[in-house]
């Protein structure tokens, strides 16, 4: 399916006020996760200033023991601290990363403002090596900036 087409779809989801809001977070990574065929685990984290810590709201995929990530620690803690896209396209490459099962082999984490302020992040794993494009960034910058209208 196209970014386009999953655009339309996770608009429609993100729009429909009937559900509570963790549960179309839940849609959409269950919809990117079944649409896009190298997003084999798909999260959203946010982050607990005082605590200085990553908390999983949302998943579709293979249950992961990772559902708290202090900041600085893995892929997705250094993006709560960078602020910055995070695009791996070979875990085994990286140094301060957090192993989630032998399958994956590529990650990507984007970050989620809200008034400009980094409160969490989209974290995707894919089990190809080097899946991730411009093009998947830019889609997940857009999805984060939807969902950042529902918080």
Same mark, same amino acid.
């Given at each position: 399916?196209s970014?386009?087409h ?6 429609t989801i993100?729009?429909?006020e009937?559900e509570?809001t963790?549960?179309?977070?839940k849609?959409?990574c ?7 065929g190298?997003?084999?685990w798909?999260g959203?984290?946010?982050?607990n200033e005082?605590e ?6 949302a ?5 992961t ?5 202090p900041? #600085?620690?893995g892929i997705? #803690?250094?993006?709560?601290?960078s @602020?910055q896209?995070?695009v %791996? ?5 990286q140094?301060?990363y957090?192993a989630?099962?032998?399958t994956v082999?590529?990650e ?7 008034n #400009?302020k980094n409160?969490?992040q989209i974290?995707i ?6 899946p991730?494009?411009?093009e998947d ?6 999805? @984060?900036e939807? %969902?950042a209208?529902?918080?």
């Amino acid at each position: 399916m196209s970014f386009t087409h999953l655009k339309q779809k996770v608009t429609t989801i993100l729009a429909d006020e009937s559900e509570n809001t963790d549960q179309r977070l839940k849609e959409v990574c269950e919809l990117l996760q079944s649409s896009i065929g190298y997003y084999d685990w798909v999260g959203f984290y946010f982050a607990n200033e005082v605590e200085k810590t990553l908390h999983l709201k949302a998943f579709a995929g293979e249950p992961t023991d990772h559902t708290v990530i202090p900041f #600085g620690k893995g892929i997705c #803690g250094q993006v709560a601290v960078s @602020n910055q896209n995070f695009v %791996v396209p070979d875990v085994k490459a990286q140094d301060n990363y957090i192993a989630c099962s032998i399958t994956v082999k590529s990650e990507i984490v984007i970050p989620l403002f809200k008034n #400009g302020k980094n409160i969490g992040q989209i974290d995707i794993d894919s089990h190809m090596e080097d899946p991730f494009s411009e093009e998947d960034e830019r889609f997940l910058e857009w999805v @984060n900036e939807e %969902v950042a209208n529902i918080l």
